[in-house]
């Protein structure tokens, strides 16, 4: 992967990007409290629903995690895995300024843009069978596309992502 040129609020420092997503359920209840969750807007998780086909994870605006329909237009807080952070003495809670959003730093290679960047469906055919599967998802293209535009992942890197490289 490239590494990336980060300006902080303090210094500039090299980023590894290895990744842009979206927090997977466990993810955004194991490093978000339920007060860091509530965006006042209903956002996607990346994993698909267990019980329901056609569903996929979300939190709502309470900040509780649920399931809606894949075809329904929710918002989009996307995260980066980034290899380096601890490298780069990142803390949890720190924030950096990455492609002109502001991330704060969740785990050891996550750092996550705590607010709505955009909407997308998961997934338009909500009846396909791979309707709650991210990786084929809508929303991971949408997603891709507007990292490429902000400059915050190459097309290389969007191709090593989805196992084209």
């Not at 990007?17 to 359920?25: M, V």
């Amino acid at each position: 992967m490239q590494a990336y040129q980060i300006q902080t609020i303090i210094r500039d420092i090299d980023l590894d990007i290895q990744e842009i997503t979206l927090l997977s359920k466990d993810e955004a209840e194991a490093f978000l409290s339920k007060e860091q969750r509530n965006l006042d807007e209903i956002w996607w998780l990346r994993s698909g629903h267990r019980h329901y086909v056609g569903f996929a994870d979300e939190v709502w605006y309470t900040g509780s995690v649920s399931d809606r329909r894949v075809d329904v237009i929710s918002g989009v807080a996307p995260a980066l895995r980034i290899s380096n952070l601890s490298a780069n003495a990142l803390r949890i809670g720190d924030t950096i300024k990455i492609g002109g959003e502001s991330w704060q730093v969740i785990s050891d290679d996550l750092a996550w843009c705590n607010h709505i960047i955009g909407k997308s469906s998961f997934r338009r055919d909500h009846r396909a069978p791979d309707a709650m599967v991210y990786e084929k998802s809508d929303v991971k293209q949408w997603l891709e596309n507007w990292a490429l535009g902000r400059g915050i992942c190459t097309t290389a890197q969007i191709e090593m992502m989805q196992g084209r490289a």
